[in-house]
C-alpha cells in the first residue's frame, strides 16, 4: 500500500507561482510512474504532467507545457510540481497519484492510476 500526501496549494494572482508538493510512504518501487492531475468544478479529471521514477521521463498536457514542471527527489519519496505563468484557467483541485504498473511509455489516462492523494486547492485569481 501507498500513502499521497499533497500540499502546496493556495490562492495566487494570475502570472504568480507555486510550487506542490506529494510525499509517497509505504512501499514505493522503483517503476512507479508518479502523475499530477487537476479537476476543476464540473469537469473531467485530467493528468497535467507525469514522471516515471526509473528514468525521470517526463509527460505533460499541452496547455501546461513550458509553464509547469514536474521533478523527483527519490531520496525523499517526493514529487513536486512547479507552477510558473498560472492563469485562472489552471484553478482547480490537484492530486497526486500512482501507478504501480511498469510502463515504457507515460499513460496519462485517470484510470490508469492507482493511489491517490486527497487533493490540495490550487485558486489563481485574475
Known amino acids: 500500500q501507498v500513502q499521497l500526501v499533497e500540499s502546496g496549494g493556495g490562492l495566487v494572482q494570475a502570472g504568480g507561482s507555486l510550487r506542490l508538493s506529494c510525499a509517497a510512504s509505504?512501499?514505493?518501487?522503483?517503476?512507479?510512474?508518479m502523475g499530477w492531475f487537476r479537476q476543476a468544478p464540473g469537469k473531467e479529471r485530467e493528468c497535467v504532467a507525469a514522471i516515471k521514477w526509473t528514468d525521470g521521463s517526463t509527460y505533460y498536457l499541452a496547455s501546461v507545457e513550458g509553464r509547469f514542471t514536474i521533478s523527483r527527489d527519490n531520496a525523499r519519496n517526493t514529487v513536486y510540481l512547479q507552477m510558473n505563468s498560472l492563469k485562472p484557467e489552471d484553478t482547480a483541485v490537484y492530486y497526486c497519484a500512482a501507478d504501480r504498473t511498469p510502463v515504457q511509455t507515460i499513460v496519462s489516462l485517470t484510470t490508469q492510476y492507482d493511489y491517490w492523494g486527497q487533493g490540495t486547492q490550487v485558486t489563481v485569481s485574475s
Open positions: 509505504g512501499r514505493m518501487l522503483g517503476y512507479y510512474t
